[in-house]
């Protein structure tokens, strides 16, 4: 009698020896010559496959698109994917020399903790907690004239569907106005990409949609969700853990971090950064503790930007008001400030918490 693990061993068996004899037409063993290989990576994305290998090929004069493969190169060398329309090459509008389309990578997610690459290259840890730990292979949109967002795609192998699937889009943006650093990185819902495999996957009809969903998602309204990088959550715990614990050299130090530019030289206006930044509508509370920590160590423009927005978008933060107020007093706007402060003290009035209203309010309302 055979095991019920031993049948299900089996099975597996069967669907991965099926999928490494699948056969490309024109070379041996469906794997192609050295000489037609553009880009070259190693992969792991199915489990039990030894030497998996990303390729992508050297598109010929008039392709319209670089034939993307994932292979075992093991003994005896299988495709085990294929897609001939993943990679589109599209002329730019602006650039008549330049293609615009995608580029493929790996990124690994841990648990909790995601990974994208933004327009500048550089690859930044997010916190997220509905990804699925493992590798993935991104596809990323890449524009000739557009420096201020692009899309990471992130497929990863479906055991079940027994395809490599789209799980994850991603819209990253970047500071266009400055230094060109990261503003913000959103999840978006799949929508008609869902369950979408990389071998069924066209991306030129992609790249398209992907245009228009930039536009939708400036409105805000959909169901995206902001996701909070690392390293700012990381930063962040420190500032706060100096400023209660009274070291204001390592406080002001680490406050520093988030003034974009660098130097004061350099230094990107506010309004060009810190809300995309650091406004997180699921976590307003977050915003205005970091609000707080901007007035505190003295960075009162970058204060007043935040919280002004905090204030807007969420009008029964009630200590957000106190926070602002406190913002204008130390820039020396004091009419708006007892603005704020007046404002601040209505509602805790209403609220009932007379007690609690420091004296600061009242004077300088």
């Not at 008039?62 to 599209?90: F, H, N, Y």
């Not at 079940?160 to 400055?178: D, F, G, P, S």
């Not at 700012?232 to 971090?257: I, R």
């Amino acid at each position: 009698m055979i095991r019920k693990s031993d049948y299900l061993t089996l099975i597996a068996s069967t669907f991965l020896l099926a999928a490494v004899s699948v056969v490309w037409a024109g070379e041996s063993n469906g794997v192609p010559a050295s000489s037609k290989i553009f880009k070259s990576l190693n992969v792991n994305l199915i489990e039990g496959l030894k030497d998996q290998k990303l390729l992508v090929l050297k598109a010929e004069p008039g392709d319209e698109t670089q034939q993307l493969l994932v292979i075992a190169d093991g003994t005896k060398p299988s495709v085990i994917m294929e897609s001939k329309l993943a990679l589109p090459k599209i002329k730019n509008a602006y650039s008549p020399a330049s293609y615009d389309g995608f580029d493929v990578g790996i990124s690994i997610a841990a648990k909790n903790v995601i990974s994208v690459v933004d327009v500048q290259g550089e690859t930044v840890s997010l916190k997220y907690a509905s990804v699925s730990p493992g590798e993935y292979l991104y596809l990323k949109t890449t524009e000739e004239d557009n420096v201020k967002y692009n899309f990471n795609l992130q497929f990863k192998y479906d055991s079940q569907a027994k395809k490599i699937v789209l799980k994850n889009l991603l819209l990253v943006t970047n500071n266009e106005a400055c230094d060109r650093s990261l503003l913000g990185v959103y999840a978006l819902p799949l929508g008609r990409f869902s369950s979408k495999s990389l071998d069924e996957f066209n991306g030129a009809d992609a790249f398209e949609y992907l245009k228009t969903l930039h536009m939708e998602s400036q409105s805000g309204k959909d169901s995206r969700e902001k996701l909070m990088p690392v390293d700012v959550s990381n930063n962040f715990d420190k500032a706060l853990t100096a400023y209660k614990k009274g070291n204001k050299e390592q406080f002001n130090e680490l406050m520093g971090y988030f003034i974009a530019g660098g130097n004061e030289d350099s230094i990107c206006a506010p309004e060009t950064y810190v809300v995309g930044k650091y406004y997180f509508p699921k976590n307003p509370g977050w915003s205005n503790d970091l609000g707080f920590l901007f007035e505190q160590s003295g960075h009162y423009s970058e204060a007043v930007e935040l919280l002004n927005y905090i204030v807007e978008n969420n009008p029964g933060r009630v200590v957000a008001y106190l926070n602002l107020a406190d913002s204008y007093w130390g820039l020396g706007s004091k009419e708006l400030a007892a603005e704020n402060y007046k404002k601040y003290h209505s509602l805790m009035v209403q609220s009932g918490k007379t007690e609690k209203i420091p004296k600061r309010v009242i004077e300088r309302s």
